[in-house]
């Protein structure tokens, strides 16, 4: 059964950071270009990052960029999202998303995602 679990949500200050992981079984998951989305209440799900299976290529929504870094970790099936700089507009819930996909622009939508996480709250006060 696939399961893609995140951690490291929480409470945290304006201005503070946090490092979100997603961690991955059942399916390979260096084959697997990986995401982050978040969706914050009365609003649709909006891409935040995704990196290449390699790691080698990462994409960042405008609103993050400079902020926010994506990795991985193959050999232990992590993603991670190191977040800083934080402001109130960042809180939402994080989802992580598998995507076959090798890269292009379908990757800032939904569709290309075939997995996707349970979600961690990060919520940040001003």
Do not use: H
Request: glycine share 12%.
């Amino acid at each position: 059964q696939v399961q893609l679990v995140e951690s490291g949500g929480g409470l945290v200050q304006a201005g503070g950071s946090v490092r979100l992981s997603c961690v991955v079984s059942a399916f390979t998951f260096s084959s697997y270009t990986m995401g982050w989305f978040r969706q914050a209440p009365g609003k649709e799900r909006e891409f935040v990052a995704a990196i290449s299976w390699s790691g080698g290529s990462t994409y960042y929504a405008d609103s993050v960029k400079g902020r926010f870094t994506i990795s991985r970790d193959n050999a232990k099936n992590t993603v991670y999202l190191q977040m800083n700089s934080l402001k109130p507009e960042d809180t939402a819930n994080y989802y992580c998303a598998a995507s076959l996909l090798g890269g292009g622009t379908s990757l800032y939508t939904n569709g290309p995602y075939a997995y996707w996480g349970q979600g961690t709250q990060v919520t940040v006060s001003s």
